[in-house]
């Protein structure tokens, strides 16, 4: 009964008031080239902008290492003031191997964003859309907290590769190399509890309010 | 098609039914610049997926399913209306109508008995208050028509328990 003079008030009054907010054709299109602010569309920007960020970087030092492979003359000394003057080799495998991990970063996140266009094309009802949706933000929540992860431990490991070939000094003994990788792991594990309670604290709220949407929609018994 | 014409084309069909959306916006939000900046969003969400829509559906209900989407997805960020407190609902001056019970004071009281609704049962209740029958219920939020009707139940008895309150 309720619902019925709910029904009866809705038909009185919805349609008067929806009439006060029609907006013009010139409106419409004028809304419609604005930026969205959903959380998938800024999950979105925020990932490709990094696949572009990382990608250009990860070319230009991958870019290059291969100058530096290919030069007949010693075009960088940056290990110089080391035992001595480093080749172009081992300076070109230093920045081969840092331009292949900030690719390996962008391609991380290219596939991320890959999946999430996959995701959004799937023809949806509201109930699969809300599973897209939690898919899309528990996805970008990974990516996130791997790619984050990553860039320190895969530092001091390019570090230590290079030290091991080299010997340039960067870790005087196996006990400061052991330090820097047991303070890599260290710092890699507060990044990823870090990142991990960020991302909660950032969609944690929204990933539980769509849970049990979710759980209210396949609630069918 | 051009972009130009998609964008005539899908123009032309939200201006005649863009009060759609209008209901959506008064369903889920409080205040009128959260209602300006919902149907900015589902203008936009509109029109990305405007060329996914191949018309297997009708028009409307594409609409709503995507209106609707966008509203209970967008929510998330701004959801507090569930822990305040609302004014009881007065359900008799609804069914007989006073001199104090002007449109605008039902249309209120409406909002505050579907505020106390979740955001599944909100979606539901509008579109049984837009008459669509159980079918396109079940189709525009993805489940059964038994189950639209045990929804529908669930909501009656709820709505019963607050007017009993």
């Known amino acids: 009964m309720e619902l019925e003079q709910m029904k009866t008030v809705w038909e009185k009054t919805t349609n008067h008031e929806v009439e006060g907010y029609i907006v013009s054709k010139e409106e419409i299109h004028r809304l419609i080239g604005k930026r969205s ?29 291969s100058y530096l492979f290919i030069a007949e003359e010693r075009v960088f000394e940056f290990f110089e003031s080391f035992v001595d003057p480093a080749s172009n080799l081992e300076v070109g495998t230093f920045y081969l191997i840092f331009g292949l991990l900030v690719c390996f970063i962008s391609l991380f996140n290219a596939f991320a964003y890959r999946k999430i266009l996959i995701i959004e094309n799937r023809k949806s009802n509201l109930k699969s859309s809300i599973q897209n949706i939690l898919a899309i933000l528990q996805n970008a929540i990974r990516v996130k907290i791997y790619s984050d992860t990553l860039v320190v431990p895969g530092t001091v490991l390019a570090l230590a590769l290079i ?16 330090l820097f990788v047991l303070g890599a792991v260290v710092f890699a594990t507060l990044s990823y509890y870090i990142t991990t309670y960020g991302q909660n604290k950032r969609y944690g709220s929204q990933i539980r309010a769509l849970k049990e949407c979710l759980e209210e929609l396949e609630d069918e018994r | ?35 300006k900046d919902l149907f900015q969003e589902i203008l936009i969400n509109l029109w990305k997926s405007y060329p996914s829509f191949r018309g297997d559906s009708k028009f409307s209900t ?4 995507v209106s609707l989407n966008v ?22 001056k609804i069914s ?55 929804k529908m139940t669930r909501i009656r008895e709820k709505l019963k328990k607050m007017v009993e309150a």
């Not at chain 2, 997805?73 to 359900?91: G, V, Y």
């Open chain 2, 96 to 150: 007989n109508p006073s001199e104090e019970s002007l449109p605008e004071k039902e249309l209120q009281m409406m909002h505050t008995a579907i505020n106390k609704l979740s955001d599944v049962e909100k979606a539901i209740v509008m579109l049984y208050l837009e008459e669509k029958g159980n079918e396109e219920i079940a189709e525009i939020m993805g489940i059964s028509q038994n189950y639209v009707r045990v």
């Open chain 2, 1 to 35: 098609m051009n972009k130009k014409e998609l964008e005539q084309k899908f123009i032309g069909q939200v201006m005649g039914e863009q009060g759609i959306v209008h209901k959506v916006c008064g369903m889920y939000c409080d205040d009128e610049q959260d209602r």
């Open chain 1, 163 to 178: 030290d091991l070939i080299r010997g340039i000094g960067i870790f005087p003994n196996v006990t400061v190399l052991l």
């Open chain 2, 62 to 65: 594409w609409m709503y399913r």
């Open chain 1, 37 to 65: 602010n959903t959380t998938i569309s800024q999950i979105k920007r925020k990932i490709r902008n990094k696949v572009f960020m990382a990608g250009s970087i990860g070319l230009l030092l991958l870019a290059f290492a």
């Open chain 2, 71 to 92: 509203a209970i997805q967008r929510l998330r960020k701004t959801n507090k209306q569930k822990e305040e407190p609302t004014q009881p609902i007065d359900f008799e």
